[in-house]
């Protein structure tokens, strides 16, 4: 089937305006004859609505496919830039070394050009955890935060354009498990094998 330049099928649209054509022209035809059929005025009715709604999903598609025609290609990079972050983290001459600029310069301007096409980071670390963007892998107790916070960023999230291309992986926070109040006259569990006996020898003796 032959398609046009954006992949989109075209025998389709032409076949839809020669049944338009058609149903047209018996329109004509049965207007002159015996001032028209109720039958034949529904069919092009129907047909023209179908031929509209066809043309609508087609422009809507081709819109899809040009706003988001590099998903694939920018989902593909994305392991580069994470391989770049990673060997920040771990170089060993610190910042101060020519080569750790230079990979930092790199990855930067990689950012900077990809960013041009719509490929932006998910800031999530330091916000409170929205469940649609980044992936909750851990909870970590924190007491300098309130609780649904992205404590820690395991693993870069990206958007593109407005979708979410890949989630961040994160740690949220929690409250610290405080130890639950002793209750006035009740001892506290023992625990220990030795300090059990211990207090039997005492009872012994008294």
């Given at each position: 089937?032959?398609?046009?330049?954006?992949?989109?099928?075209?025998?389709?649209?032409?076949?839809?305006?020669?049944?338009?054509?058609?149903?047209?022209?018996?329109?004509?035809?049965?207007?002159?004859?015996?001032?028209?059929?109720?039958?034949?005025?529904?069919?092009?009715?129907?047909?023209?609505?179908?031929?509209?709604?066809?043309?609508?999903?087609?422009?809507?598609?081709?819109?899809?496919?040009v706003r988001y025609g590099n998903e694939s290609l920018m989902?593909?990079?994305?392991?580069?830039?994470?391989?770049?972050?990673?060997?920040?983290?771990?170089?060993?001459?610190?910042?101060?070394?020519?080569?750790?600029?230079?990979?930092?310069?790199?990855?930067?301007?990689?950012?900077?050009?990809?960013?041009?096409?719509?490929?932006?980071?998910?800031?999530?670390?330091?916000?409170?955890?929205?469940?649609?963007?980044?992936?909750a892998m851990v909870q970590v107790e924190r007491d300098d935060?309130?609780?649904?916070?992205?404590?820690?960023?395991?693993?870069?999230?990206?958007?593109?354009?407005?979708?979410?291309?890949?989630?961040?992986?994160?740690?949220?926070?929690?409250?610290?498990?405080?130890?639950?109040?002793?209750?006035?006259?009740?001892?506290?569990?023992?625990?220990?094998?030795?300090?059990?006996?211990?207090?039997?020898?005492?009872?012994?003796?008294?």
């Open positions: 089937m032959e398609e046009d330049k954006n992949g989109f099928e075209i025998d389709e649209e032409e076949n839809m305006e020669e049944a338009l054509k058609e149903v047209s022209e018996q329109l004509d035809s049965s207007g002159r004859e015996d001032g028209g059929a109720q039958e034949i005025q529904d069919k092009y009715l129907r047909l023209y609505a179908d031929f509209e709604n066809y043309r609508k999903r087609v422009n809507r598609d081709k819109e899809e496919l989902y593909e990079i994305l392991p580069v830039l994470d391989s770049l972050e990673l060997a920040l983290r771990h170089a060993p001459g610190g910042s101060q070394d020519g080569l750790v600029q230079g990979v930092e310069m790199t990855l930067k301007e990689l950012l900077r050009t990809l960013e041009k096409f719509g490929l932006t980071r998910i800031e999530a670390a330091g916000r409170p955890f929205d469940p649609s963007r980044p992936h935060m309130e609780e649904k916070m992205v404590a820690e960023e395991m693993r870069p999230g990206y958007l593109y354009r407005d979708k979410v291309l890949r989630p961040s992986l994160v740690s949220v926070s929690v409250r610290p498990q405080k130890d639950a109040p002793q209750e006035p006259g009740l001892s506290a569990p023992v625990d220990d094998e030795h300090e059990i006996k211990i207090n039997r020898i005492h009872e012994e003796e008294e």
